[in-house]
């Protein structure tokens, strides 16, 4: 059985970093590309970041620069660094993965996580 799980979420100030971490299990060869998204209180689910199986990352604008995605692949595990928090970024974080990247960029991945809540206080 896959089991996809989050973990790392937390309340932080405006300013702050927070590191994710996801353990995708029951299936390695499933997971070929694994990644971030994101869903605020009254907003559409995004895509955060990407990473391929000795492949290459993807971000979102508006994270490019504060956020780094980084795998494990012996682990199956993707990770999400996030320095310069803002406001702005407090939604709730799903880990997600798939055998074919183009289902993360499209937001169809079939595996997913329980989520993690990332607060940032002003």
């Known amino acids: 059985q896959v089991q996809v799980v989050e973990s790392g979420g937390g309340l932080v100030q405006a300013g702050g970093s927070l590191r994710l971490s996801c353990a995708a299990s029951?299936?390695?060869?499933?997971?070929?590309?694994m990644g971030w998204f994101r869903q605020a209180p009254g907003k559409q689910r995004e895509l955060v970041a990407t990473?391929?199986?000795?492949?290459?990352?993807n971000y979102a604008d508006s994270v490019k620069g504060r956020f780094t995605i980084s795998r494990d692949n012996a682990k199956n595990t993707v990770y999400q660094q996030m320095n310069s928090l803002k406001p702005e970024d407090t939604a709730v974080y799903y880990c997600?993965?798939?055998?074919?990247?183009?289902?993360?960029?499209?937001?169809?991945?079939?595996?997913w996580g329980q989520g993690t809540q990332v607060t940032v206080s002003s």
């Open positions: 029951g299936g390695r060869f499933l997971f070929n590309a």
């Open positions: 997600a993965a798939d055998l074919d990247p183009a289902t993360l960029r499209v937001g169809t991945p079939k595996y």
């Open positions: 990473a391929v199986r000795y492949g290459t990352t």
